[in-house]
């Protein structure tokens, strides 16, 4: 194979694409956390781009590299378009959705269901290195319904390796098309790190992570044995102060910020800017609702989002007034403001 345009350390730790969630609202304010992570757009189909409103859909704030915008879709020719689309807003890697069991996704022939089809996605990693000159990865599941876990994974890698793929992000697990929900996918089928191990250990030239499951830094740590890289999603966005010890814990490196009391101030200036331009400010914090979890005040600092967070005339202030319900709370657990200051 010719060499990954990834760096193993591109794929050290990643914030997983998410339907919904993980919007350029959440994305610039898990920057605001971690300078190295690297983060996912939500899934785009290549019918979205190609005939609806791009910028809506592929628009994002340059605060936000290194990030990859996941496309969703089976036709080479559309994927590479799309792609060339992606390459010149200026994303810095493209992923091909191959893990996603929805039935509008299998409906549209893509996501999950081409695990069965690993010729037709290296058709589609080819033809979209072939347009762009930025990194192609694939995220994809261990297998589908019966298919053996060892024949399937290697199939899709021995497709997507002559094809140019810079890297692998495994979903650690099976996908049932029939059965089960999407939601239910996430968590019933077992998950098997060791066979994004094993696949790692076979292809030791090419850039891998693992998704599923994981939801510390010290899972991620003990992962990163034998694997070069990890993905969260549901944890870091419930639990998006896990991604403050990113940076020190997986890079080395001093974080942005030091804890989450200063991680809503340097958010604020995004926030404002929004807000001028006619957003609302439950567009920013529904993506904070869980930055305090586990504090004292946290209930009453998400009930305060909740409520006077959703008017329409709700600002920076009513974001500071919930802030203040933890500050308050935590200062009373803690005795002094020294004290909770140093346990935040």
Known sequence: MTKPLLNAEDLRFTVAPMMDWTDRRCRSFHRVLSRRARLYTEMVTTGAVLHGPRDRLLGFDAVEHPVAVQLGGSDPADLAATARIAADYGYDEVNLNVGCPSDRVQEGRFGACLMREPALVGDCVSAMKAAVSIPVTVKCRIGVDDQDPEEALDSLAQAVIPAGVDGLI?????????????????????????????????????????????????????????LDGVMIGRAAYSDPAILLDVDSELFGETPPVANAFE??????????????????????????????????GARAYRRHLATAGMAPEAGLATLREAVVHVTRATASAYGTDEAWQTAC
């Open 170 to 226: 495994v979903h650690a697990r099976k996908a049932w098309l029939k059965g089960l929900s999407p939601k239910e996918n996430r968590d019933i089928p077992p998950l098997d790190y060791g066979r994004a191990a094993r696949l790692k250990a076979a292809h030791p030239a090419l850039p891998i992570a693992v998704n599923g499951g994981v939801t510390t830094i010290a899972q991620a740590k003990a992962l990163l044995r034998n």
């Open 263 to 296: 991680a809503v101030e340097a958010f604020a200036p995004t926030i404002a800017r929004g807000l001028e331009e006619g957003l609302r400010l439950h567009a920013f914090t529904r993506h904070m609702l869980g930055l305090f979890n586990g504090r004292p």
